[in-house]
Antibody, heavy 115, light 109 residues
Framework: EVQLVESGGGLVQSGGSLRLSCAAS????????MSWVRQAPGKGLEWVAN????????YYVDSVKGRLTISRDNARNLVYLQMNSLRAEDTAVYHC????????WGRGTLVTVSS | QSVLTQPPSASGTPGQRVTISCSGS????????VNWYQHVPGTAPKLLIN???RRPSGVPDRFSGSRSGTSASLAISALQSEDEADYYC???????????FGTGTKVTV
């Protein structure tokens, strides 16, 4: 089955760190750009970061630059989001997304940052 | 703050036609195709329309999309109860090297 499954979310204090993982299955991960998209409580969808197939290019929304880092391990079919210096405004459900047309989404993992 | 503006809500009775607008600028909708997503809270968002008006396999033909100038729209031709969800337009934004989503429209049936 073609799917993305996120894990690693949880409750963390402001200034803390967390690493999210995304397990891809049913397709060749190395063929696709991948992204993370988040949705804060009561808010809309917000693109967070992109990574190229071989990891050589990465792009971020301004609000997370220098704090969140996207990476990937194609051999293990995994995409990561390392989250440092977390803030209350980072509280959201984080979705892993296949970035060709953003055509495949995971259900997401909830990150809650307490102040 | 999103650069793509949608109405916050839309509603209709079963069988009615509902249209959702998405307003952007020359740097996004005006120069690149638009996708639409359906999101039932608690589930994975679903690609509904890509490249302005193409339906991925499995999407009912009552969903259609269009784009003109710096605006795009999604139409649901015969509303059904299972269409109750949040709908988002989205487009690639070259200067961000990222994706921008619309503000979202909650459809109530």
């Amino acid at each position: 089955e073609v799917q993305l499954v996120e894990s690693g979310g949880g409750l963390v204090q402001s200034g803390g760190s967390l690493r999210l993982s995304c397990a891809a299955s049913g397709f060749t991960l190395s063929d696709y750009w991948m992204s993370w998209v988040r949705q804060a409580p009561g808010k809309g969808l917000e693109w967070v970061a992109n990574i190229k197939q071989d990891g050589s290019e990465r792009y971020y929304v301004d609000s997370v630059k220098g704090r969140l880092t996207i990476s990937r391990d194609n051999a293990r079919n995994l995409v990561y989001l390392q989250m440092n210096s977390l803030r209350a405004e980072d509280t959201a459900v984080y979705h892993c997304v296949r970035a060709w047309q953003f055509d495949l989404w995971g259900r997401g993992t909830l990150v809650t940052v307490s102040s | 703050q999103s650069v793509l503006t949608q109405p916050p809500s839309a509603s209709g009775t079963p069988g009615q036609r509902v249209t959702i607008s998405c307003s952007g600028s020359s740097s996004n909708i005006g120069s690149i195709t638009v996708n639409w997503y359906q999101h039932v809270p608690g589930t994975a968002p679903k690609l509904l329309i890509n490249d302005d008006n193409r339906r991925p396999s499995g999407v009912p033909d009552r969903f259609s999309g269009s784009r003109s100038g710096t605006s795009a729209s999604l139409a649901i031709s015969a509303l059904q109860s299972e269409d109750e969800a949040d709908y988002y337009c989205a487009a690639w934004h070259d200067s961000l090297n990222g994706y921008v989503f619309g503000t979202g429209t909650k459809v109530t049936v």
